[in-house]
């Protein structure tokens, strides 16, 4: 197919070493290009796409990562700024020897979750209390035929025995919200692939406080939740033929003459009691109850993303997503899910001395902070003493779910990040 021959400037974009080419490589490429087209406020935009072809990648892979990163490493959020915006409408042209309109649409599905999963994470804590994020959740609901919502409230959690949510939820002025999503890609509803999101719409650690710098970004608390609806919108708009649940317990972590202190017992869902011993490790408590509450709804198998620890940002940085799991099979499920999606996860080791360190109380069944030791992998076998025997993997986005840097994938701020991970986890076991 013969492209526009009146095009007014050329961009070149390199793909790095041969040696290091993977689909990261090639979405960084592809999304240098479009910055660059956006920033000389190009309209009309051509992009030969055999071009970007090389052995690690299929044609219907390049072409979905095109109209993927032509909408997501130019996504902005300008909501709360007055002055003018850029309003061009733009065009995209992908010219392949092998044109593919699935991918298209396929790529654009990715786009639609993953900057969703970014607006949430960017949107500030006086605008998205918890009650906010479930109206998201039920208008993202509203929008699909084959989803369906629920939620549960403070008078609902305390009927259950939800005392590890509505513990966190003490010092907010807020209600708590256990926010339920169900698609139906089966004639039956029953052993549904589960999404269980930390939803912290704001963190202040509680009385064992963060200090102010710590405290700037933690509207972004609740990554994991919007990862988990941003992967919904994607599996909505894809329709892979299995059934898929999202659970997110939601709350605020404040300080009032109600909240939570270092050395409360607390109950939870499942009835393991909780010794308090650090109010900042707060996630993992609301996941407890989480993690519960899918097992109790049917969930076959369980991925809990969370923005949990900054042990894993020790670790691991802004670059990969730490993992726990106590099902090597699921793991490998999901991180083939991960490679795919161009999202780079690493899986921590497990110890019986680590799940010792767990039982370290005088006075409860469980500790919820035994110290700064192995931090994230304490953190994850906390909630797997929740989960039991069901599969599950952890994902700890505590480093990669909000950048203070620009990248070629996308701008400052919330990232989105493991919304295509668990949308690609779903599309793959739906064919297992």
């Not at 994230?376 to 990669?400: N, Q, R, Y």
Request: proline share 4%.
């Amino acid at each position: 197919m013969p492209f526009n021959e009146s095009f007014k400037t050329l961009i070149f974009v390199g793909k790095g070493s041969s040696k290091d080419q993977d689909i990261i490589a090639t979405k960084e490429a592809l999304g240098s290009g479009f910055q660059a087209a956006h920033k000389l406020k190009e309209v009309h935009i051509d992009v030969l796409l055999d071009t970007f072809i090389d052995h690690t990648s299929d044609t219907e892979t390049i072409i979905s990562a095109a109209a993927e990163m032509a909408q997501t490493a130019t996504y902005t959020f300008e909501a709360y700024k007055t002055n003018e915006h850029d309003t061009l409408t733009r065009t995209y042209t992908f010219y392949c020897a092998d044109q593919n309109d699935e991918a298209i649409n396929i790529g654009t599905a990715i786009a639609k979750g993953v900057n969703f999963a970014r607006t949430l994470v960017n949107i500030p804590a006086n605008d998205l209390t918890p009650v906010a994020l479930a109206g998201e959740a039920r208008a993202l609901s509203s929008r699909h035929d084959h989803l369906s919502f629920e939620v549960l409230g403070n008078e609902e959690l305390e009927e259950m025995g939800m005392h590890a949510l509505l513990a966190v939820n003490q010092g907010s002025d807020q209600p708590a919200q256990m926010i339920v999503l169900r698609y139906q890609g089966l004639e039956n509803w029953d052993e549904p692939l589960t999404f269980v999101g930390k939803g912290l719409t704001y963190d202040t650690g509680g009385y064992s406080m963060k200090p102010p710098e710590g405290m700037k970004t933690m509207k972004s608390d609740m990554g994991g939740a919007a990862a988990v609806l941003g992967a919904m919108e994607i599996i909505a708009e894809t329709k892979p033929a299995i059934n898929v649940m999202a659970v997110i317990p939601s709350t605020e972590n404040m300080v009032n003459g109600k909240a939570m202190r270092p050395g409360d017992v607390l109950g939870s869902f499942d009835g393991q009691t909780i010794e308090v011993t650090n109010t900042d490790a707060e996630g993992r408590l609301v996941l407890a109850d989480g993690v519960s509450y899918a097992k109790h709804l049917g969930a076959k198998k369980i991925v809990d993303v969370a923005t949990l620890t900054g042990a894993c940002v020790v670790a691991l940085g802004d670059v990969i997503t730490g993992a726990v799991s106590n099902d090597d099979d699921f793991y490998n499920r999901t991180a083939t899910a991960a490679i795919e999606s161009g999202e780079d996860i690493w899986r921590f080791p497990t110890h019986p001395r680590y799940y010792k360190m767990l039982r370290q109380s005088d006075v409860a069944d469980l500790n919820n902070a035994p110290g700064r030791l192995a931090g994230s992998i304490t953190a994850g076998l906390f909630i797997e003493s929740f989960v039991k025997d069901t599969p599950w993997v952890h994902l700890d986005i505590a480093g990669t779910s909000f950048l203070d840097r620009v990248t070629p994938m996308g701008p400052k701020g919330g990232t989105g990040v493991m919304a295509r991970t668990l949308a690609t986890l779903a599309n793959h076991e739906s064919r297992s």
